[in-house]
DNA sequence: TCAAAACGTCTAATTTTTAGACATCATGTC
DNA sequence: GACATGATGTCTAAAAATTAGACGTTTTGA
């Protein structure tokens, strides 16, 4: 496991990687989120925990959600826990409408935040693993579109495929399992891919 | 449109009332949640708008929270947006993490709130049509699933009365479809539903 | 090591598919 | 309404595919 901790505040910073070491296997902290894309582009971090305020000027916390949007661009982006000590009820309701998976106020409680850490990775993981689900629900649509315009001898084809594979290349099970004889099993195996016949 | 506003301050009810006579076909108020559930069984809700504190005794919003829920338990639930006089960052966190479209505070701004409204319901009905797009898309892959254990007849069958349903019964053009003899697909309609051979 | 199952191949009988032809029926276009 | 175009239902004879069964060989698993 591992986690990204953005903080302008250098104490803030140490404080806060005192508490998740031991917890995540790997801490790594920055003090300015200028360098997140690169960090993000190995893919291996599991959550970030990420202040909304870097810019002194702007204590409004869109210095947050710019960056938030952009670590949660991506669909394999990590969980992200947001932490500010400005926080207000709308900002903090605009960050989770943009996907981060919990907003807390400083100062923290240790144990409450790790607990909320170990929740949002939970619940980016439940995240992703529904939109695989459904990315590999709409394959099988889109398989069915195609099948549409597929003339009989392809349809067959496919079909003999898949029961041959899902009888991991047991010809005769196979046929037994199409209905068919071996012989023509092995015959319609043996056609080349398109046979237009005539 | 319809939308429901729960408020137990009746002069709170009426001004709300006001403000969305107009923007909304039906607007009904109540002073408590508990005919919730008997007035979103007819579905023709499309927005609510609920306060968090019924309790006197309970300030915390535990009460909205628990309304949500509920209302949030119907997967043909309409948007929620919850309002609060009360509200802390924590409990706005806990309600967009229950599926709470929008939460807002008092005092509101009259078109700040309009829009708001608006923009949940359009949110409410993205998951709704992402939810039915799932729910789709999961057939499929239930079909696909079942088409594993068919036999070739079967599937000959089954993809031959998809062509011709697609083909508005046009024989003549599902044959041309399926790549077939107009005669062979004749003979393999008039067999009865489960023909095996010899 | 040994038996059961799968494989590859063959044959001859049976069944299916095919192209083509023909008259009839529906379609919609002028 | 007349007419052309395309769909339908049916037939034939040739071509092609499927079938059961048989046989020796190879794999697999106990």
Redesign the pocket.
């Given at each position: 496991m591992k986690l990204l901790i953005i903080d302008d505040n250098e104490a803030v910073l140490r404080s806060l990687k005192l508490v998740f070491t031991g917890v995540f296997d790997h801490v790594v902290t920055a003090k300015n989120p200028q360098l997140l894309p690169a960090m993000l582009s190995a893919g291996d971090v599991d959550a970030v925990l990420l202040d909304m305020n870097f810019n002194t000027c702007r204590l409004d916390g869109s210095d947050g959600l710019f960056w938030l949007t952009r670590i949660k661009s991506s669909p394999s982006a990590p969980a992200v826990v947001l932490i500010t000590a400005f926080g207000d009820v709308p900002l903090a309701v605009e960050a989770m409408k943009r996907g981060a998976e919990d907003f807390v106020t400083k100062p923290w409680d240790n144990d409450d935040l790790i607990d909320k850490l170990n929740r949002a990775m939970e619940k980016c993981r439940m995240k992703k693993a529904e939109q695989s689900a459904v990315s590999e629900a709409n394959l099988y649509r889109e398989r069915a579109d195609e099948r549409k315009n597929m003339t009989l001898e392809e349809i067959k084809a496919d079909h003999i495929n898949n029961v041959v594979k899902e009888c991991g290349?047991?010809?005769?099970?196979a046929a037994s399992r199409l209905?068919?004889?071996?012989?023509?099993l092995?015959?319609?195996m043996k056609k080349p891919p398109h046979?237009h016949?005539?």
């Open positions: 290349g047991n010809l005769t099970l209905g068919i004889n071996r012989q023509t092995y015959n319609q046979t016949m005539k």
